[in-house]
C-alpha cells in the first residue's frame, strides 16, 4: 500500500545522481512521485558541507533518503547527520530512509541518531556494493587488466546497487516499512579474486586479480587519481571493515521486498553486456 502523502509532496534524495540515489531517483519518478534532488548542481542546491543549503533543500518535503557522502564511517559523519536530521524536523518532515554500511561502528551510531529523531524511519544498511567495479574506484582496474587488492581471499557478499533502491524506494514510499533495520547482501559471498574472475568471464577478457598490501593499495589508488578521501576510505573498508567480519549473507532483501537479491553474476553479465568494461582502441 503506498503513502498517499508522498505522491503530493516532494521527496529529497540526498547523493542524487550517485550509485544509490541516482537509481532511486528513478524509481520514484517512474512511479510517479515528486523528487527533488540534493546535490551541488541541483535546482535547488543541497551540499553536505554547507549547512545554509539544508533548509531550502528541506523545504516542503515529505520524505529524505539519506546517502551521506562521502560515508558514514568519516570523522563527524554523527555530528552533520544530528545536525540533518534536526533540519529536517524542524521543515516537519515525516519520514528518514537512512543508507548505511555493515560492520562499521561509526554508521551504527548514525543509524541510532536516526532511529531516536522521533520521525519515521527505515534503516537500509548495505554490504560493498557490486557497481564499485563498474561506477566506482574499481573501474579503471578492471580496464587495464588487473586488480590489485588487498584481503583478496576474504568472502563478501556484495550487493546490487538496483536491489538497494529497491529497498530504499519501497520504505520511501509504502507502508509497513517503518521502524524496520534492512540488512541487505548478496544471495552468496565470493572473494574479490573470484568476483573478478566472474568479471573476466563475463567480458570474456582476462583480468588478473592480483593480492597487495594496504601501503601498495594506497599508492596505486593515488597513482590512478582517486581523491583523497575516497583513497583514505577504501584503506578504512579493506583495513578494518573487509576483515571478514561481514562475509555472511543477510535475508533484508528478502525481507524488505519477498524476493531474492540479484546474484554478482547476473551484475557481471548485464554490465558486460553495456561495454563498459570493453578495452577502447586508442
Not at 520511501?172 to 544471495?187: F, I, M, R, V, W
Not at 549473507?249 to 553495456?274: H, Q, S
Amino acid at each position: 500500500m503506498t503513502n498517499s502523502s508522498s505522491h503530493q509532496r516532494p521527496i529529497l534524495v540526498t547523493g542524487g545522481t550517485g550509485k544509490t540515489g541516482g537509481r532511486v531517483a528513478a524509481r520514484l519518478r517512474a512511479a510517479g512521485h515528486a523528487v527533488r534532488i540534493g546535490s551541488r548542481a541541483a535546482e535547488i542546491p543541497f551540499d553536505w558541507a554547507d549547512r545554509g543549503t539544508w533548509t531550502p533543500a528541506l523545504f516542503g518535503v515529505d520524505a529524505v533518503y539519506i546517502a551521506f557522502q562521502p560515508d558514514l564511517a568519516v570523522p563527524g559523519a554523527d555530528e552533520t547527520i544530528r545536525a540533518f536530521v534536526n533540519a529536517a524536523k524542524a521543515n516537519e518532515v515525516r519520514k528518514l530512509v537512512l543508507l548505511s554500511g555493515r560492520g562499521e561502528p561509526e554508521a551504527e551510531q548514525c543509524e541510532r541518531i536516526v532511529q531516536g529523531s522521533g520521525l519515521d524511519w527505515t534503516i537500509v544498511r548495505c554490504s560493498f556494493f557490486a557497481q564499485n567495479f563498474s561506477e566506482g574506484a574499481f573501474l579503471e582496474y578492471i580496464l587495464a587488466g588487473a586488480v590489485a587488492l588487498p584481503n583478496g581471499d576474504v568472502p563478501e557478499p556484495f550487493v546490487h546497487a538496483d536491489d538497494i533502491a529497491d529497498v530504499a524506494v519501497a520504505a520511501l514510499t509504502e507502508d509497513g516499512h517503518d521502524g524496520e533495520l534492512y540488512e541487505l547482501t548478496g544471495p552468496r559471498s565470493l572473494t574479490f579474486a573470484e568476483a573478478v574472475a566472474e568479471i573476466a568471464a563475463a567480458t570474456g577478457r582476462t583480468i588478473e586479480f592480483i593480492p597487495i598490501s594496504r601501503t601498495d593499495f594506497v599508492a596505486a589508488l593515488t597513482e590512478y587519481q582517486v581523491p583523497a578521501d575516497a583513497v583514505s576510505l577504501l584503506d578504512y573498508l579493506f583495513g578494518t571493515v573487509l576483515d571478514g567480519r561481514n562475509s555472511k549473507t543477510e535475508d533484508g532483501v528478502w525481507r524488505a521486498l519477498g524476493r531474492e537479491p540479484k546474484d554478482f553474476r547476473d551484475f557481471a553479465d548485464v554490465t558486460a553486456a553495456t561495454g563498459i568494461w570493453n578495452i577502447q582502441d586508442s
